[in-house]
């Protein structure tokens, strides 16, 4: 089984739903992080949460919201989806306790069109 | 200015011949690490290999290497014995400042599209 999954994996909603997007993780990860992928620009991070109290807001963080219901569970909220929020988001975790070497592995990544 | 760049959109190797994705970044901290993943057609990212700005050696893990060359902050990508799997796309990322409230940021090059020929 997949250490990091995302559901649902594609996803078609209208402009004004609200839609949310799931992530669980069984690495035992106390760090998660929401990014979005655009074709010609990378990843960009939207939220990232280093413990279940603690939230922060990313680079790109406008229009969504997030919730860590649990240490293995992070959601990743559109309130009101507008078409330039089609994108592919990808989930990932890391883990503090590898110091310096710390790497962040992703999920399987959500595609997302809004109509 | 990027941090990250990565000059070639695309790149074509053929198999079990070996490739270099190149990779420049941009940072005054003495403290970062890179890294590259790869990111098939299926659309998941897998982590590749990590290096340390530390680190004395360069890491290698299997087929893959990274030419880490610090003054000229350069992480070159080297993938020996190409095979027709290793087609994808490939990014090379940044994370600054270990300790700090930067230490979770993955700053992301555009990519390298490899295609590997037959």
């Known amino acids: 089984d997949a250490d990091v999954t995302q559901t649902p994996r594609n996803r078609i909603t209208k402009t004004g739903k609200r839609i949310m997007l799931e992530c669980s993780q069984t690495?035992?990860?106390?760090?998660m992080y929401w990014y979005r992928q655009d074709p010609g620009l990378g990843l960009r991070l939207i939220y990232y949460?280093?413990?279940?109290?603690?939230?922060n807001k990313g680079e790109i963080s406008d229009g969504y919201s997030v919730s860590r219901q649990a240490q293995a569970k992070f959601s990743l909220s559109l309130e009101s989806a507008i078409p330039n929020q089609t994108a592919l988001y990808f989930c990932?975790?890391?883990?503090?306790?590898?110091?310096?070497?710390?790497?962040?592995?992703f999920g399987p990544g959500t595609r997302l069109l809004v109509l | 200015a990027q941090k990250i760049t990565q000059t070639q959109p695309g790149m074509f190797v053929q198999e079990k011949e070996a490739v270099t994705l190149d990779c420049t970044y941009d940072?005054?901290?003495?403290?970062?690490?890179l890294f590259w993943y790869k990111q098939p057609s299926s659309g998941e990212m897998i982590f590749l290999i990590y290096q340390g700005s530390y680190d004395q050696q360069n890491a290698t893990e299997g087929r893959y290497s990274l030419n880490f060359q610090k003054a000229r902050k350069s992480a070159n990508l080297v993938i020996s014995a190409s095979q027709l799997g290793d087609s994808a796309m490939y990014f090379c990322?940044?994370?600054?400042?270990?300790?700090?409230?930067?230490?979770?940021?993955?700053?992301f090059g555009k990519g390298t599209k490899l295609s590997v020929i037959p």
């Open positions: 990322a940044m994370r600054e400042s270990y300790s700090g409230a930067g230490s979770y940021q993955l700053t």
């Open positions: 949460s280093f413990d279940v109290k603690d939230i």
């Open positions: 990932a975790t890391s883990d503090r306790g590898q110091g310096f070497w710390e790497t962040q592995y």
């Open positions: 940072t005054s901290d003495p403290s970062y690490g």
């Open positions: 690495k035992g990860h106390d760090r």
